[in-house]
């Protein structure tokens, strides 16, 4: 009896350690913090286009971003949720994904809202969140922890 049973779960379980892996595939993505330019303002608020840098190591299937949602910092203070969603990435390739953020004046200080708005190289960007792959298991949450530190001279 237990060698019947064994027989008749064997194929689950390949099935199981193939399913694993193709969920593992589809996460392996590496991140980067591309820029932030300004792109509108006015009294109440600035916008910023951000463009995140999504790189799929995996040279054999594409990866499939459902959704991803985090929040955008600078100098350490919150200053917008980011979220997007539908990105596909092939093999081996990079995309540069534009995300758009309206953020309130009252959110900066102003030395902070000075700098940011002569562009300046020395404001420290972070981003974190969820990214969310799209799977035959079904959907993969994988942590998202980018930055882009400026320069101190």
Sequence with gaps: MKKIFLLFLTPFLFSACASVQEAENFANCTYALRGV???DYN???LSFNVYLGITNLNRRDAAAIKKFEGEMFMEDVKVADVSFENVRIEP?????????????????SSKLLGLVS???????????GTAYFETPLGDVP????IGRYGSTN
């Design 37 to 39: 330019e300004i792109s």
């Design 43 to 45: 009294v109440n608020s």
């Design 92 to 108: 081996g390739a990079t995309k540069n994904q534009k995300v758009y953020l309206t953020v309130p004046m009252d959110v900066f």
């Design 118 to 128: 002569m562009g300046s190289a020395t404001v420290n960007y972070h981003l974190t």
């Design 142 to 145: 994988i942590p998202v922890d």
